[in-house]
């Protein structure tokens, strides 16, 4: 059996599914006794996997356009997505930071971009059409009961078949890089740097100052930053490591699919051998959080590539990590050495306990399902629905049990 993208995970399934019809999958599922949909595999932990496991790239594939929405099938990438929208001439709001992933695998687990303004990619679910365990295809629409519910469903209601997505008229973007920026300018004006552009990355290795910060935004960005010079070539997140795979900046107006992304949706995306990990915090805690972790900085920076700080607007999805708070996200690229890894995240969740962070769904962490029920109000909701739409819990599995259900 394949491992996942970071290569710390092999799947322990027995089988791979690929059906090419809607009713195949239904006999699947409805045969399955414990069963799962993998996305692209970009998760860092077995969320997605079962003794049974489906891919949904054989399904028909087609692309349909309403009003200024757009419907898939979920097992599309956002870069084959966004092929399809600059053909029409049209555009998402925000994307994460890799074009790889799916559709389907990215809203389940609330996979973000940055932005204060911009929510989470889970928010552009105008509708969803699920699978059932019961064989059954349910569409859900923005506003319908149980819709919050759903949209960041963990894998665990069903298998995502089909989604429509807000989409918009095609935008120019620019991107910038900024260098060295003083920790004492970050924690003063936190604010001012996360509203400086319409999507902010602070990237860093918790040393003598913010290695770089990458700001991409629909109007020109120009000058220096707070202090920090603006960067005069391109440059990798990875300080040292070579730019190719990274998208253009200096400026240098491109559409917003080549420039929301970090990295080329052509080229092997971040550092390859890695281990990820994200906490969101209430973004009033913010700065009280990243200094938390600048106090750990000599004993993680060793086992890290690189931090990324972000900020996302709150949402009323049950499930998201950014439910009703605009948050913080504070995310570690490890290096691949798993145990030194999850003691590092020991020390990383004891020093953000103080905040509140929840953890993000596909990335490591330790915290199991007694600390993290307190932190969703609207877990026992997602507990009920569970029970409705998988009364036979044919999709949950070990992932589900350890961090959510008590
Ligand atoms: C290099 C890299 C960069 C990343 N950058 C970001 C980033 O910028 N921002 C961010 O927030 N995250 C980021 N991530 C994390 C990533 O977005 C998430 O792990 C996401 O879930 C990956 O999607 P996937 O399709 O690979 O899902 P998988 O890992 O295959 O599956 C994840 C979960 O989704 C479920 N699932 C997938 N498809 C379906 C479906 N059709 N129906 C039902 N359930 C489904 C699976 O069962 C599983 O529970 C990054 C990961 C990598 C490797």
Redesign the pocket.
């Known amino acids: 059996m394949t491992t996942?993208?970071?290569g710390n995970y092999t799947y322990r399934a027995n089988v791979v599914h690929r059906p090419s019809s809607l009713d195949e999958l239904s006999e699947i599922v409805v045969r399955a006794e414990r069963v799962?949909?993998?996305?692209?595999?970009?998760?860092?932990s077995d969320?997605?996997d079962a003794p049974e496991l489906i891919t949904?790239d054989g399904l028909p594939g087609e692309t349909t356009f309403e009003g200024a929405t757009v419907t898939v099938p979920?097992?599309l990438t956002y870069s084959q997505l966004a092929d399809r929208l600059r053909e029409e001439g049209l555009a998402l709001r925000n994307l994460?930071?890799?074009p790889h992933?799916?559709v389907?695998?990215?809203i389940?687990?609330?996979?973000?971009?940055s932005g204060n303004r911009n929510g989470?990619l889970a928010t552009q679910v105008a509708a969803l059409e699920l699978m059932t365990s019961r064989g059954e295809l349910t569409t859900l629409s923005r506003g319908a009961p149980d819709f919050d519910g759903v949209v960041v469903?963990?894998?665990s209601l069903?298998?995502?078949?089909r989604v429509t997505l807000d989409v918009e008229p095609a935008y120019d973007m620019h991107q910038r890089v900024f260098e060295h920026l003083s920790w004492d300018m970050l924690f003063e004006q936190f604010d001012a740097i996360t509203a400086a552009a319409d999507s902010v990355s602070i990237f860093t290795l918790w040393s003598d100052d913010v290695d770089q910060i990458w700001l991409k935004n629909r109007a020109e960005i120009e000058g220096e930053l707070l202090g920090a010079a603006a960067a005069t070539a391109d440059r990798h997140p990875i300080p040292g490591a070579d730019p190719v795979n990274a998208t253009p900046q200096l400026g240098q107006p491109g559409l917003w699919s080549d420039r929301l992304p970090h990295f080329r949706s052509g080229f092997m995306?971040?550092a390859g051998d890695e281990i990820?990990s994200?906490y969101l915090v209430d973004r009033r805690h913010g700065p009280g959080a990243i200094e938390a972790i600048l106090r750990l900085g000599d004993r993680i920076r060793p086992l890290l590539y690189i931090s990324e700080i972000r900020t996302i607007a709150a949402d009323e999805l049950w499930l998201s990590p950014q439910h009703g708070r605009d948050s913080v996200g504070i995310h570690f690229t490890w290096k691949r050495e798993q145990d030194s890894v999850e003691r590092a995240l020991a020390e990383v969740e004891r020093a953000l306990e103080p905040f509140a962070p929840r953890p993000?769904w596909?990335?490591l962490f330790l915290a199991d399902a007694a600390k993290i029920a307190p932190l969703y109000e609207r877990l026992p909701d997602f507990v009920a629905l569970l029970g409705r739409l998988d009364p036979r819990g044919a999709f949950r599995n070990a992932w589900l049990e350890r961090h959510l259900l008590r």
């Open positions: 996942n993208w970071g799962r949909v993998l996305g692209t595999q970009h998760s860092f969320i997605a949904l979920a097992a994460a930071s890799l992933i799916s389907g695998g990215a389940a687990t609330a996979t973000h971009g989470n469903g963990l894998g069903g298998a995502v078949t995306p971040s990820q994200e993000h596909g990335k």
